[in-house]
Structures are given as structure tokens and as C-alpha cells.
């Protein structure tokens, strides 16, 4: 590329503006996240972090004091989930199970994956979330937990496609001659 400098000609080697204008951005996005993180912990102490996936999903729970708030990527948890009654039950299944729903707030990042995928990634973050909080505690939110299968990963995922296959194991039609 050749760029005029002064009246000059020269080949100098630079990125082209729109790189540089998400690299700007990018940078303000960072410096916002830690900024707002930062503010996190200065307004409320984080009580416990848990970590969940499933499928492809990822969650980081953080649970505060609170009055029951549930955020999720920066939106309720029920415009976040599309208002679907299974993946907000699934993600409420914890707090319900130990009657401590007006208890926390608790602040979600999640990324992968569908919508059922992150919920079950969420369930199980804020079952490990919980047991943290038990430490300092000293209840037995364990164990009613672990019975009723919140601490358990499920490691189902899709299957790969293999080759010679039209998916992972439907095979092409059988022609004999």
C-alpha cells in the first residue's frame, strides 16, 4: 500500500483504519470489563465463585449478598434464557432446593454453546458456588445438592462426524449392485 505523507509518496506498511478502530475499541472494551469488575467488589463483597459447563458452554458464577437478582451476560436471567420456562427453572433449581432464593445475587458470564447447553452450565456453577459458601458457613448444602444430582458434570456432547459417514454414525444408503 502506498500512503502520502506530507506530499510524499512512501510505502510505508501500516494496518488499514477499520483494524485499527477495532483495536481501539477492543482495548476500551478491556479496560471497561476490569473497570467493572473493579466496581463489583468495591460495592459487594463476592461471596463464592463457581465455575459450570456443559456441552459447550461455559459458566462463571459469582454469587453476592443480595435480594435474589439473577444477571446473566449483563441482562435478567429471564430475557436472557428467551423467557423459557425449562431454562429458568433449571438455573433456579439450586437456590430452590435449599429454600435460599431472596438470599444472593448472583451475576452470570456465559458464553458457548445453545440456550439449554448454558443452562445446565449455570446450574451446576451455582451448585459449585454454593458449596464454596458452605465452607465458611458450615451448613450442609452438600450433600442435599449432591443427592439430587446439582454436582454432577453431565459429559454428554455431540459426537464427531467420521469420514465415510454423512454424520456421526448414519451411514450412506446400501446399494447392493
Do not use: H, W
Amino acid at each position: 500500500m502506498l500512503f502520502s505523507v506530507e506530499g510524499k509518496r512512501s510505502a510505508k506498511k501500516n494496518f488499514c483504519p477499520c483494524v485499527i478502530a477495532k483495536t481501539k475499541i477492543l482495548i476500551n472494551l478491556k479496560n471497561y470489563s476490569s473497570q467493572e469488575e473493579s466496581t463489583l467488589s468495591e460495592n459487594r463483597e463476592i461471596l463464592a465463585k463457581g465455575t459450570g459447563r456443559r456441552k459447550c458452554s461455559i459458566a462463571q458464577v459469582r454469587l453476592m449478598k443480595g435480594t435474589g437478582e439473577f444477571i446473566i451476560n449483563g441482562k435478567p436471567a429471564i430475557a436472557y434464557m428467551q423467557e423459557n420456562p425449562s431454562c429458568i427453572l433449571s438455573i433456579q433449581a439450586p437456590f430452590e432446593l435449599l429454600k435460599l432464593q431472596n438470599n444472593f445475587k448472583t451475576i452470570v458470564k456465559v458464553r458457548g454453546g445453545g440456550l439449554m447447553g448454558q443452562a445446565g452450565a449455570i446450574k451446576l456453577g451455582v451448585a459449585r458456588a454454593l458449596c464454596e459458601i458452605e465452607k465458611d458457613l458450615d451448613n450442609s448444602y452438600r450433600s442435599s445438592l449432591k443427592s439430587q444430582g446439582f454436582l454432577t458434570r453431565d459429559a454428554r456432547s455431540k459426537e464427531r462426524k467420521k469420514y465415510g459417514l454423512k454424520k456421526a454414525r448414519k451411514a450412506p444408503q446400501f446399494s447392493k449392485r
